[in-house]
Structure formats: C-alpha cells, structure tokens
C-alpha cells in the first residue's frame, strides 16, 4: 500500500511564503513521476507542477512559473513545493500525487490535501 502524506499548508499572507512536503510511504513504491495539484472552492482541480523522479526534469503550470519550485529528495522519498510571492488567487488545498512506472501516464496515488490559505 502506498500512501503519500502532505504538510505545510496554513495562512500567509499575500507577497509571503510556505513550502509543502509530500512524503511517500509504501514497500514497494516506485516513483516515476511525481506532481502537486490544487482545487480552489467551486473550482476543478488543477495541475500546478510536476517533477520526473530520476531526472528531476520539472514542469509548471503558467500561473505559478516563477513563483513555485518543486523538488525531490530520492533518498527521503519526498517531494517539496516552495511557494513564494504568494497571492490570494493561489489559495487552494493543495494536493499531492504520485505515478508509477507501472502506470507513468496516470497518477494513480494522491495525498490528502493540504490547506493553503493567502490573506490579502
């Protein structure tokens, strides 16, 4: 079984900062690309970065390029989102997810979600 465990939401404000962690857990988990996702109330959920496991090539949607970094930690099996320059708009719950090279093309694991609230 593998689950994928999300931390570091809260409430910043607008212009500030957090970074998000996504640790994997699972015996046989493996990798192959790993994403954050986002749903703000009313709205669809969105695809926000994503980060290819063993090259750590990175992917971003628009409206967070320049802003967000995602990264990895093979060895801690987790992956991090630092969020900077921070607005209102990025408010969501932010949520993790995993796919494996059985399946590369899906994201067959996800997280819980995380909260992130931006004050203006």
């Known amino acids: 079984q593998v689950q994928l465990v999300e931390s570091g939401g809260g409430l910043v404000q607008a212009g500030g900062s957090l970074r998000l962690s996504c640790a994997a857990s699972?015996?046989?988990?493996?990798?192959?690309?790993m994403g954050w996702f986002r749903q703000a109330p009313g709205k669809e959920r969105d695809f926000v970065a994503a980060?290819?496991?063993?090259?750590?090539?990175?992917f971003y949607a628009g409206s967070v390029k320049g802003r967000f970094a995602i990264s990895r930690d093979i060895a801690k099996n987790t992956m991090y989102l630092q969020m900077n320059s921070l607005m209102p708009e990025d408010t969501a719950v932010y949520y993790c997810?995993?796919?494996?090279?059985?399946?590369?093309?899906?994201?067959?694991?996800w997280g819980q979600g995380t909260q992130v609230t931006v004050s203006s």
């Open positions: 699972g015996r046989t988990f493996s990798a192959y690309r």
């Open positions: 980060i290819r496991w063993s090259s750590g090539d990175t």
């Open positions: 997810a995993a796919a494996t090279a059985v399946t590369p093309a899906q994201y067959t694991y």
